[in-house]
């Protein structure tokens, strides 16, 4: 009958759990699922990254394309993320348009990409007011067990370093661009954030990571980015319940550990794909 | 046109940059080898990994990849058919859908689904519905989803061997798996699970024998289930394209047969005899 | 033990009966799913030949099948419930059933009120009586001794105790509510 207490009331069961300090999965209130990266296996990409945070899985492939710079910043380039949920990953999404969900997640990494300062546009630029670079970060969520923002953000950092532009000239003749493919360079990370969502149980009881049916009986979610500097890039909590000034600053101290955790992650990965080659 | 407001806007119009390169790229290869090492017309498939239950919210799911081309399928259901006016008393509905990553392509692809991938997800859906014994499956429906990730050729072969083995990993009740196999007739010779560049390359022999073929096969009941071929080809060398097709299948299937062995396996001990 | 994969020839149909997991061509029985072999002598002629997987195969509601369901909504006519559980199989994909409301006991049906019988949240065991058609959902009745109501909250939100075949007590405030009780089953009282 323990299947069937889970099924038939999953609020009751969770709780059942969280009065011991732990959750059905066998983790710690505040422990992450087993996080792998894998970087630049899809060589169709400019730069490509696969993260899995437990089961959830999502890949984020880059790929640049060259564009008229914005009329209002005409020493910009343009960042487009785009977070796609297809009915691949999970049974509650719907083919066609992206839902709700996939908006807001879209939103979020673009609002992340601007405060953070991961990249500068201007680094984009290749001839003021005539051509500019245009990033297309396409993330794809390909197995989804919540806490789909983490999985984004260390997979959108991840590609971003891995992502390697040709060579553009302008021909002085012409005035048209002319690549080289051969001859690439790799993009200047500035910064490196990284997201650590919570979920708030029953107005109180405070969870990090949160997988897909956590989610779904949480009153609250929260997700907080820092970067190396333990500077706050974005805090993002829509609704729910309330939340203390005490519990959001262990939230924003746990995220900062999380942080130095994948940037680690990260230059580990890299680095042996480096020695491989 | 329309402006999207579901997603974050990006400039109105971009370029790939490989329109400007301002070398042309290396000469195509001789006769003989291919770029990636293998032979003309030999029965010369690229080799297959594949692997069952990746996705862990589907009912089944498998990843494959050939050569570069990776495509991941997960399957759901069977469920409550979405339209009642579709449901079927006597029968279940198998629904596919395929889709290309934007970034599966060397072009980049765009975010809604094109003509494209709804001929090959109509092409996928009529190789895979023979094979699934429907009538067990009264008024519900089961749903197909394949992504492709990268996109490096003979993708529809290698979607609906894909499809079939995450169908049986989800245990929906089959005739027989489904194999997926591709060729390229080239004027007198032909190339085996082409590459993307072998697919859309066009050869400088003016000849009547050009064109891709591709043939779904069940491997057990020596039965085709779907059968797609573009351009010009005469009736004997699409007869002999169709054979080479099926060879080419018969390659594939103990890659399979043990991936699926192994899914069962890993999901469960073998039963008492009890 | 023998694995198999669909479309595998298993044997000749004068050898062995077909059971679950496999079909019949040509005269030889073939498998239709991935999973093991499985041969089983069940006091018939030929032994019984089936392919089984670590779960039950693909359940689906069937005519006759004792379900597990959540009740939805509910409304003078009839009471609308999620199906959760085929016998002790979990469903992955949650099916919809209708209880109508001469279905829900089997002596004066005329008197039957939905409110006095189920209540929204309830967890009900049900058998399926009909596939329904192609406008309805599966039909369900609660019209037997062992069916009915199992697990009931109470307006207080406590989980109520059976105290009849009727009604139904809160442990918290003491109120009683009306329910179709199912009678109660030794392996319900643990959980």
Redesign the interface.
């Known amino acids: 009958m323990a299947a069937g207490f889970k099924t038939a009331e999953p609020l009751e069961y969770h709780r059942s759990f969280l009065k011991e300090n732990c959750r059905p999965d066998g983790r710690e209130l505040s422990e992450f699922r087993t996080t792998t990266l894998n970087i630049g296996s899809i060589s169709t990409a400019d730069g490509s990254a696969l993260v899995k945070l437990g089961n959830t899985t999502v890949i984020c492939g880059i790929k640049a394309e060259l564009a008229n710079p914005p009329v209002e910043g005409p020493g910009k380039g343009y960042i487009v993320p785009n977070v796609d949920l297809p009915p691949l990953c999970s049974s509650r999404f719907r083919p066609g348009p992206p839902g709700e969900q996939a908006q807001a997640a879209s939103q979020f990494i673009a609002d992340v990409i601007e405060s953070s300062e991961v990249i500068q546009t201007e680094d984009l630029c290749i001839e003021r007011g005539k051509l500019c670079w245009v990033l297309y970060c396409d993330l794809m969520c390909l197995d989804y067990d919540g806490n789909l923002l983490d999985a984004c953000i260390v997979a959108l950092l991840a590609a971003l370093k891995n992502t390697q532009l040709p060579d553009v000239t302008i021909s002085t003749e012409t005035s048209a661009p002319e690549v080289n493919l051969e001859k690439r360079r790799g993009l200047h990370i500035h910064k490196h954030p990284v997201a650590t969502s919570f979920c708030i149980f029953d107005d109180s009881v405070l969870i990090v990571d949160p997988t897909a049916e956590e989610e779904s009986l949480a009153t609250a979610q929260l997700a907080v980015v820092t970067d190396e500097e333990g500077r706050l890039c974005s805090l993002h909590k829509p609704g729910g319940t309330s939340l203390s000034g005490e519990k959001l600053q262990e939230c924003i101290s746990r995220a900062t550990v999380r942080q130095r955790e994948i940037q680690k992650l990260i230059n580990k990965v890299l680095h042996s794909v480096k020695t491989d080659q | 046109m329309p402006t999207d407001t579901k997603r974050v806007r990006g400039p109105e119009a971009s370029q790939s940059p490989s329109l400007f390169v301002s070398k042309p790229a290396a000469a195509p290869p001789s006769l003989g080898t291919r770029a990636d090492g293998r032979r003309w017309g030999q029965v010369d498939v690229r080799p297959l990994f594949v692997r069952c239950g990746l996705v862990s919210q589907a009912k089944g799911s498998a990843y494959l990849e050939a050569g570069s081309t990776k495509l991941l399928c997960g399957v759901y259901g069977p469920k409550e058919t979405e339209r009642k006016d579709e449901t079927d008393m006597k029968c279940g509905r198998l629904t596919t859908d395929m889709r290309f990553a934007p970034f599966s392509c060397p072009e980049r692809g765009s975010w809604i689904q094109g003509s494209q991938d709804k001929d090959l997800s109509q092409m996928l859906h009529e190789s895979l519905q023979p094979a699934v014994c429907l009538q067990k499956y009264p008024r519900s429906q089961i749903e197909v989803n394949v992504m492709v990730l990268e996109n490096s050729g003979s993708v529809l072969a290698h979607a609906i061997t894909c499809a079939s083995l995450a169908l049986a990993d989800a245990g929906i009740e089959m005739y027989d798996l489904v194999l997926g196999c591709s060729i390229r007739q080239d004027g007198d010779s032909y190339v085996v699970d082409p590459s993307y560049t072998e697919q859309n390359s066009c050869s400088s022999v003016d000849s009547d024998n050009q064109g891709n073929l591709t043939v779904a096969f069940l491997p057990s009941l020596n039965q085709i289930s779907g059968l797609q071929s573009d351009g010009e080809m005469t009736e004997e060398t699409l007869t002999a394209g169709v054979r080479t097709c099926i060879e080419g299948c018969y390659k594939l299937y103990p890659v399979i047969q043990q991936a699926l062995a192994k899914a069962v396996r890993r999901a469960a001990p073998p039963p008492s005899e009890s | ?1 023998k ?1 198999c ?5 298993l044997c000749n149909i004068e050898d062995c009966s077909p059971g679950t ?1 496999v ?1 019949q ?1 040509h005269g030889y029985i ?1 498998s ?5 072999v ?1 041969r089983k002598n069940e006091g018939g002629q030929l032994p019984v030949i089936s392919v ?4 039950e ?2 359940l ?1 509601p069937d005519v006759g099948a004792i379900v ?1 369901c ?1 009740v939805t909504s509910i409304n003078p006519r009839f009471a609308k419930v999620q199906i ?2 085929v016998g002790s199989t ?1 469903l ?5 059933g209708t209880i109508r409301k001469e279905d829900v006991r089997a002596t004066e049906k005329d008197k039957v009120e939905t409110y006095k019988s189920f209540r929204p949240g309830d ?1 009900v065991l049900a058998k399926v009586i009909s ?5 309805s959902n599966y039909l369900l009745t609660t019209a037997e001794n062992e069916l009915g109501v199992v ?1 009931a909250h109470s307006e207080a939100g406590a989980q109520m105790v059976p105290i009849s075949w009727c009604e139904m007590q809160c442990p918290r405030t003491h109120t009683k509510e009306f329910r179709k009780v199912a009678r109660v089953q030794p ?2 009282l ?2």
Request: hydrophobic share 35%; no cysteine.
């Open positions: 033990m694995l994969v669909p479309g595998d020839k997991g079909y061509r073939y239709s799913l991935a999973g093991y499985l089984v997987r670590e779960t195969a693909q689906l597990t959540k959760l559980y979990p992955k994909d949650r099916f919809r967890i596939l329904g058609d192609v406008q697990v392996e319900y643990q959980a």
